[in-house]
């Protein structure tokens, strides 16, 4: 059983910059891969990131265009995202996501492979 609890959220002007946070209970944080997904009203849940196990390897979703990074930290059971240069069509609550499937490209981005999910966390945009 694993336990995500994102932080991090607000409210940020268009170009301006975020980090998300997402802290996991439990001791085998380092055994999941690890997503981020968004969703804006009225509109489905969309992948954003993800990260294997070891953060060797990510994945970002097209519209991230260099924009966001993602990393973890296993020592501190924690997976970040770091966004920048935010635009207002980023606005939506951003889960974290746990899964002990293996990563590849086509995995990660289905919302289906993750077994664990977080609360939410608003990011707001303004122009």
């Known amino acids: 059983q694993v336990q995500l609890v994102e932080s991090g959220g607000g409210l940020v002007q268009a170009g301006g910059s975020l980090r998300l946070s997402c802290a996991a209970s439990g001791r085998t944080f380092s055994r999941y891969t690890m997503g981020w997904f968004r969703q804006a009203p009225g509109k489905e849940r969309e992948f954003v990131a993800a990260i294997s196990w070891g953060g060797g390897r990510t994945y970002y979703a097209d519209f991230v265009n260099g924009r966001f990074t993602i990393s973890r930290d296993n020592a501190k059971n924690t997976v970040y995202l770091q966004m920048n240069n935010l635009k207002p069509e980023d606005t939506a609550v951003y889960y974290c996501?746990?899964?002990?499937?293996?990563?590849?490209?086509?995995?990660?981005?289905?919302?289906?492979?993750?077994?664990?999910w977080g609360q939410g966390t608003q990011v707001t945009v303004s122009s």
């Open positions: 996501a746990a899964t002990g499937a293996p990563d590849n490209s086509r995995v990660v981005v289905t919302s289906r492979t993750y077994d664990y």
